[in-house]
């Protein structure tokens, strides 16, 4: 019985050195897998955060006169 349980706690130990040393975990069989981490995508942009819609604001508040000259600010 004691050789059983030694017999035992030496597998175990063998898997564990053989996962930790040998075992790569980017291989799945002959087949490579790349583990890589997702691309971030950019969320939406608030509207005060985007210069095109600040800029849209700026012209429909304050339209260029009718000789194409803005008014002063």
Request: aromatic share 6%; net charge positive; charged share 25%.
């Amino acid at each position: 019985m004691l050789y059983l349980l030694a017999a035992i706690g030496a597998v175990c130990v063998v898997v564990l050195l053989w996962r930790a040393f040998v075992a790569n975990p980017t291989t799945v069989g002959t087949e490579q897998r790349r583990v890589s981490r997702p691309t971030r995508r950019p969320g939406p942009m608030a509207p005060d955060d985007d210069p095109e819609f600040l800029r849209s604001l700026n012209e429909r508040k304050n339209p260029p006169d009718a000789d194409g000259k803005q008014p002063p600010a």
